[in-house]
């Protein structure tokens, strides 16, 4: 009687222990009337084990469940060479017999078309077994001992009886770009169909993320960064993709990072079919999701501008400080300060140049620049500051308790290039370089911090143009409680 033959295409998966996906492969095997009995495609079969690498090993080959239960031993292999233990049906198949039991569900599994019906190859490497030819090794004893297997050495194949696409996408992208770029010129993404069926009418997506588990779903655009936002311009369709065809993938320029993307690390990620049009084997390697950093290039300079900042001096005792808001800049110590009459007070910076230096009245509210005079002395030529001031107590007689300038022209100035650090008013430095510490913790994070300054410290947001007060936190590190302080940034690119 004449068989009948069902034909069917089995992908298999390779795996180790772990199955973890490594390639799709196909395996041919036909279904004759004699029951308990499969055919496996001889040349498919020797493919997919060629592909394995057993060229220097020694094992077995079998057919089993995924629960490891071994089903049918196909055979033998040696240094590559294959030797079957079931019987070749015109050197074309091999003719697997079954048990009673495992056959039907099998089959089912087979005419159903089931993704993972839970069956699998094992290859399985073996060694020599001393004790069983009694610890000698010579040719007889060798033929009369036996091998055995080494657990630690299994490989699996899982296997599906359906014909099924399955999408592969690779990416090519830029590591390192700015918020606002557009990136179309710097990115392709290829797609593989490793599957054995064409794929029709799918999308590739351009997806951005702050961690890289991307989902395989549509993407929502937005102008400004959401997590797991489309790219503008992000989405292509591919009309149609054949078993073993590939496609690479560019995009238009305007493909682009949002403007207002903090600076930092991100992921950016491929997605083939978001939208589940493809029936696959798996949508695990849908994605190619890759590490991109945000970064916002050094700027050529910054400037804090802080009008609230404070000179406070008592001329009894001659304290000087210079505050902003409670936080001290400057306790005065790199100051130097002169009384030459009740009402008339000069103060001297440190690192001003030795011919000028500031001369206040506090009885006509007045203060000069002065210069071309020494310190401590009068005389010279001034430019009167307009600086507001306040004078509690004195008089022509008595000098004052205490008297507060107002530096409304204070700027915190700085170049990150040459590592320059300014604190001024008016033009002229008011705080001693040495007392400060400067640290760059991104390309858009600079912090700041006084000698005296031992809880807290100034974060500056070149990127957000927002400058901060920081608790908690270590000076040079991220991190900490930050509260944003009321001041202006301008930043110089």
Known sequence: MKKLVLFFIIGLLFSTQAATALDLKLLRVEIPTEKNK???????????????????????????????????????????????????????????????????AIVGKIREKAKDPGYQLQVIATQFDLESAQNKLTPTYERKGKFIEKSDSLKTVDITFTELVDLVVGMEYPIEVSPGEEIGKRLSVRVENQGNIPAKDFNIELVLSKDNQVPVKPATFSENFTEDMLLKDGKQTVDILNPGESKTLTFKDSVMIPADTTPDKYYLAAVADPDNKVDELSKDNNTSVKFIMV?????????????????????????????????TLSDGKEWRKCQIRAYIHQLKHAVWEKNWHWEINTFDRGIWRIKNAEFCKGGGDGDELKMKMEVHGGSKVFPPSQLILKLAKTQLEFEPAAGKFRLHTFGESIAYIPFWKVARVKAHLYQFCYSLWQDFFWEVDTFKKQVSRVTGGTFGKEGGTAAPLNLSVIVEN
Do not use: C, H
Not at 49 to 77: H, R, T, W
Not at 307 to 312: A, H, N
């Open 295 to 327: 970064s916002n290039p050094a700027p050529k300079r910054f400037i804090v501008d802080m009008p609230d900042t404070q000179l406070i001096y008592q001329p009894a005792s001659f304290g000087l400080q210079i505050v902003y808001r409670g936080d």
């Open 38 to 104: 499969l055919l496996f495609n001889l040349e498919n079969l020797e493919k997919i084990l060629g592909e394995l690498n057993l060229q220097d090993m020694s094992g077995n080959i079998k057919f089993a469940d995924n629960a490891g239960n071994v089903l049918a031993i196909l055979g033998k292999f040696k240094s590559g060479k294959i030797k079957w233990e079931q019987k070749l049906v015109n050197e074309k198949f091999l003719e697997v017999k079954l048990g009673k039991d495992a056959y039907p």
